[in-house]
C-alpha cells in the first residue's frame, strides 16, 4: 500500500480540482484503493461501495485480468482510428452482439452521453436517406437522465439539470415517466389503460407523426429516481414506434451488461430496440468506453457500396484498443463466472434483506430492477409529502459512519430528490448484503 500525504493533496485539490456536480466541497473523500466491492480513503476507512462508483463498476474492483488484458493491449498496438479497424474493436462488436442476441452493427465512442449522440444522429439521417428528412424530434421522459451534452442533456428529463445551460439542442420533447406510485395520469396499476404509454402515442400525433424521429429511454429509469415500468409498458412503446415509423433507441447505460438481471435491461420485456447505447458496465468502468449498436437493417441503409451514404461522425478516442481489449475480457469473465445470474440473485437478496423497510414511517416506496434499488422517502405515508432532504442527508451520513456508501436520486423538481440508492458490485457477497441491512436499519432508526 501506498502511503500519501493527505494535507498536501487536499491543498492541491483546492488548489486545482474542479469536482463533479458537487457544491464546492473542500474536504473530498480521496479513495486510494480497491478490491471486490470495497473502497479504502486515504485515512485507511473502508466502505462497503454500494453505488459501484456511479453505477458502473459492475464486475467489481481489482480485477487483475482486465488490468493485464489492457496491458497486453497497449504493448500490442496502442491505438489506430476506427476510419479502418483493429482486432479488439472487432471482437468486442463481436460480442456485444452475441450479448444483444440479434444482429446489430456497434459504433464505438468513450462515454455514454457521446453513445447516445451517436444514436440521435443515426436516427436523424436514416429518415433523412429513408426519404423523410421532417423527422427530427425525440421523445423522451420526465425524470430521466440521458447524459452531459447539449443533446443528452435536451433528452434529460429534469430540469434541475439542464436551467442555465438552456438553450440546448431543438427538437426534444417529453411525456410523464410509468411512474405507478405517482400515477401521472392519476390511476393505479392494473385498473388502467397504460396511460404511461398512451402519452407517446398522442404526442406524435399532436406533433405530427412525420416530424418525430425517434423515442429514447431507459429500461427503468435510475438516475431519475429507480422508476420500474409494469411488464405491458415497453412492449406497448414498441407497439407505439413501430404504428408510427418512430425508431427506439433504448439507453442501456446503466440497465446493460448484467445489472438488470438479465444481459440487457430491455430483455427482461421482451422488446427488441432499433438502436441500444451502452457505457460503464462495458468496462466495468475500468476504462472509458461507449457502444451505440444499430439494428443490421438499418445500419446497412448507410453502407451500401457505392453510395455516400455514410454516417459522417468520427470519434479520435472512441473504441480505443486497450478499452475494447479490456472490455471483451470483462465480459468473457461475466461469462464464465455466471456474473449475470449472479446479479439477478443478488437483487432477489437485497430485496428479501431489505423488505423490513417497507414498514418504515419514512419510506413510501422500495423499487428495484435486477441488482438495482431505490428507496422513495417521504414524510408521510398517505399524503406522499417527499421526505425533507435532511432526512436523505442523514441516512446516507448515517450509512458512511458505518462503512456504506449509498446514493441519492430523483431530482425533477427540487424537494424530489427523494430517493436513495443501491447499485452494488457483483462481486458482493451474502455477508456484504447482511452488512447494508444492518446499516440501513441502523441509519434509519436514527431518524426521529
Ligand atoms: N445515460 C444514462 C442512463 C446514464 O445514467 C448516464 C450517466 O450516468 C449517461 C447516459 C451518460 O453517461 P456518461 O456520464 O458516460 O456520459
Known sequence: ????????????????????MSPYNPNPMIVTEASGSWITDIDGNRYLDGMSGLWCVNIGYGRQELADAAYEQLKQLAYFPLTQSHVPAIRLA??????????????FSNSGSEANEVAFKIARQFHHQNGEPGRYKFISRHRAYHGNTMGALAATGQSIRKEKYEPLAPGFLHVPP?????????????????????????????EGEKSVAAVIMEPTITGGGVIVPAPEYMPKVREICDKYGVLMI????????????ERFGHQNFGV?????????????????????????????????????????????????PAACALALKNLELMEEEQLVERSKELGEELRTKLAFLAEHPYVGDIRSFGFLMGIEMVE??????????????????????????????????????????????????SDDIDFIAQVMKEAFDTLE
Not at 277 to 290: D, E, H, Q, R, V
Not at 301 to 318: A, P
Request: with cysteine; aromatic share 10%.
Open 272 to 320: 427488441k430496440p432499433d438502436i441500444v447505447t451502452m457505457a460503464k458496465g462495458i468496462t466495468s468502468a475500468y476504462l472509458p468506453l461507449s457502444a451505440t449498436a444499430v439494428r443490421a437493417s438499418i445500419a446497412d441503409k448507410f453502407n451500401e457500396q457505392g453510395t455516400n451514404l455514410h454516417f459522417r461522425h468520427v470519434n479520435t478516442f472512441g473504441g480505443n
Open 94 to 107: 463481436e460480442k456485444v452482439s452475441e450479448w444483444l442476441g440479434e444482429e446489430y452493427r456497434v459504433f
Open 178 to 206: 410509468p411512474y405507478c406510485y405517482r400515477c401521472p395520469a392519476g390511476k393505479s396499476y392494473g385498473k388502467c389503460n397504460m396511460e404511461c404509454a398512451q402519452f407517446f402515442d398522442q404526442v406524435i400525433n399532436w
Open 380 to 429: 408521510d405515508r398517505k399524503t406522499k409529502e417527499p421526505a425533507a432532504p435532511a432526512k436523505l442527508t442523514q441516512v446516507i451520513a448515517e450509512c458512511k459512519k458505518r462503512g456504506l456508501i449509498i446514493g441519492r436520486n430523483g431530482d425533477t423538481i427540487p424537494g424530489f430528490n427523494n430517493v436513495l440508492t443501491l447499485s452494488p458490485p457483483f462481486s458482493t457477497t
Open 1 to 20: 500500500t501506498k502511503s500519501f500525504d493527505k494535507e498536501s493533496l487536499l491543498d492541491a485539490d483546492r488548489s486545482h480540482m474542479w469536482h463533479h
Open 250 to 261: 433504448v439507453d442501456e447505460v446503466i440497465c446493460g451488461f448484467g445489472r438488470s438481471g
